[in-house]
């Protein structure tokens, strides 16, 4: 799926789809539930490398915003998911 294409199904900017790949930003947690929602996959999912039979979490070395912005996300997982 291209960036743009992604982008207007999960109603983003392709600036946010764009950053997000490359590491240079980090999507809101409502971005990152709609950008996962629209791949198809749990939000946990975008922060996980498949190529790592442990399934290490790719930010496992994020800064500590980084690291609140995930328990944000986690949060709105919870009460969706409730």
């Given at each position: ?14 600036s946010?789809v764009s ?12 971005n ?5 929602d ?6 946990l ?6 190529s ?7 930010a496992a070395?994020?800064?500590k915003e ?6 944000e ?10």
């Amino acid at each position: 799926m291209r960036q743009i294409d992604l982008a207007v199904a999960a109603e983003v900017s392709q600036s946010v789809v764009s950053d997000f790949e490359s590491g240079r930003g980090w999507p809101t947690p409502e971005n990152q539930m709609a950008i996962a929602d629209v791949r198809g996959c749990a939000w946990l999912e975008l922060w996980v490398d498949p190529s790592d039979p442990d399934l290490n979490i790719v930010a496992a070395g994020s800064s500590k915003e980084e690291r609140a912005r995930m328990a944000e996300v986690i949060k709105l997982v919870r009460v969706r998911d409730s």
